[in-house]
């Protein structure tokens, strides 16, 4: 009888050490070298030049990148249009997707020569509804005019890979157009049938008429 319950408690701590050890050495990366987690947004985390962020949402974001395939990390020109075309396909994604939020932007990198201001803030306050038509004008152009400039810079008369390009700005655009602009001030417009809009008080009615300097027309 001792013999048995010796037995069955020596299994057990056997199997307690072994578990211990497992999950001791468990180390993250090795599910990805194994090809678990290979997101788009996951391979990006680990290698935004080999894998950019969110281009798996964009057929033309992905042929574009694949033009530019044959240059590598070293060139300036090619290592910021990487940048740009990921940040645009993220911008979109986090605006239009239901768990709206600045979660794919947040880590992009910020670069005075086409940003406005870092993506993640313009996200954040797409999310709030204050962005006017002529902020996304602003941003846009300046994407389109950077852009532009970078795959003349290494493809030099490509009207395939420009045509590319502005697919992904468009589709990007559209989607600020769609959910970020906040809604137009309407003064003392009457907002419905129920609403007292123009009204005003009697007291307000019968004061007399300003008649000072500027009152006088001009």
């Known amino acids: ?16 050490t072994y578990m211990s ?13 194994e090809g678990f987690g290979t ?6 985390a680990v290698d935004p030049r080999l894998m950019p962020a969110c281009v798996a949402r964009s057929e033309a974001a992905q042929k574009l990148l694949a033009r530019i395939a044959s240059f590598n990390d070293s060139t300036d020109a090619a290592e910021e249009l990487r940048l740009l075309v ?16 600045s979660y794919r932007t947040m880590s992009l990198q910020y670069r005075s020569s086409h940003d406005m201001e870092p993506a993640s803030t313009f996200v954040g306050r797409c999310m709030r509804n204050v962005i006017q038509a002529r902020d996304i004008a602003l941003v846009t152009e300046k994407f389109e ?27 990007t655009k559209l989607s600020m157009t769609s959910f970020c602009k906040g809604t137009q001030p309407s003064m003392d417009k ?26 006088e027309p001009k």
């Open 145 to 171: 005019k950077r852009g532009k400039e970078l795959l003349h810079e290494l493809l030099g008369d490509c009207p395939e890979g420009q045509k590319e390009f502005e697919e992904v700005l468009a589709r």
């Open 1 to 16: 009888m001792f013999n048995i319950l010796y037995g069955i408690l020596f299994a057990v701590l056997l199997g307690i």
């Open 190 to 215: 009457p907002l419905g049938a129920r609403d007292m809009g123009f009204w005003e008080s009697n007291s307000v009615a019968e004061l007399s008429q300003y008649q000072g300097i500027s009152s």
């Open 86 to 101: 990921s940040k645009l396909c993220c911008m979109e994604a986090d605006i239009s997707t239901p768990a709206a939020g």
């Open 39 to 44: 997101e788009g947004f996951a391979v990006a």
């Open 21 to 33: 050890y497992k999950y001791s050495t468990f180390n993250p990366a090795d599910v990805l070298k």
